[in-house]
């Protein structure tokens, strides 16, 4: 007798898969042969519901079971064997062979426990290896800098040597910049004693031989040029116009100027004298 | 007939059952055969069995997934299982006996194995189908009443 429906259900159900005792039990071929997928429905249904209801049955399922799932996590371990499929055709797959040859040695080690110093002495060689080579480019890469310098030097140096031995003024990139403005005040209470422009000249080609500047090579001081200043003409803008470049502008300045600072502009509609160039 | 090697081959049923087949009627032609001969504690499951063959061989789908659904959510809470790790979820969606005994599944979670309708009202529904057709089994077979319409105010499915 049964309450209801439900109670009904539950002692069907429970009374279905009460234990049996078992005569005969599956053999391991029909367990694995369930495993791998191979039986048909009824025969697949037919072992469920014996070892559902065969103690004896379960347990060896369940050790069937945990065993192949041992085997199984240990083959994944394992490296895949190559597999020519999938390389290209006619192309093997050097990389996946060599990972795969790795792997295949670090697995077969004969003593498990050295594999984590194995590792850490491949790691530390390859650092050392790394420190060598980064510290080398650096040598190199500085005493080929340096040799370049000095070989540099050594070629200007030849070459200022050459142009003094021949009696060459040196470039005037590098002659009027070098004076300092306290010389170039010097040289302008000197300039101011003459009035003569020829004379003003021959001081200041005097004032700058006596620091070894030799601009008569480029500058003829017996031929004075005169020339009336614009609006907008600077001591730079006039050396560059009549001496080749800016930076000559001192010489200029110290044949025309009687109390204008170095950082004035030349008077407007004044004559000044400029020397010709060669 | 032994009562035991009857009730292993309603099992090879039931199993076939849980995975959601269908189960040709004459495959049933045994139990049917030994009628009155069934011991009274079996009686129980061969009428349930016979009910959800003839539903699972003439419900619609939705019927037949939620009968599987079921019969999953009621062999869950039989028997025990001592190791669950061998179950895998994917293998739950074509389970078997050996799969769900002891598995002690929830309602919604036997029928997302059947892909079946979750709700509790799903459940109550195949369950009044099935308990018509157990009803009409019973009477059929052994020719008196159902034994939980004998109960006298049990509450029945409704």
Redesign the interface.
Known sequence: ?????????????????AP??HVYHPDLELMLAYLAGDLN??A???L??????CSHCQHR??QL??TL?KEMEVLRRLSPAFALARSRPGRVCLRSWYENWWKRKWETLTFPAFRPALAWAGAVMVGVALGLGITMALVLRTNYSTANRLATLTREIEDLKVQLALGHSLSTDIIVPSLAPEEISQLMAQVTEFSDPWLKALVIANFLNLRGLYLTWEIDWRQLIEHRVQPGETWQSLAETYLGTATLWPVIYLLNAREEPPDSLPPVGEIIVIPARK | MDPQLVREDRLTVWDRLLRGEEIPSQELRFLQSVGRDIPDDEKPGVILLLAAVELMNSGTAAVRRNLTAALRYWFSHTGSKTDKTLISPGRLKEGGLMEFLGLHLTWPEAARTAKADGSYAALKRIEKKLQEECKRQWESIFGNPAPWDLAGGGRNVS
């Open positions: 007798m049964f309450r209801d429906f439900e109670e009904f259900v539950k002692h069907a159900t429970a009374r279905e898969v049996i005792r429905s009824y697949r249904s037919k469920n519901a014996h070892i559902a209801t399922w369940k079971v945990t799932n």
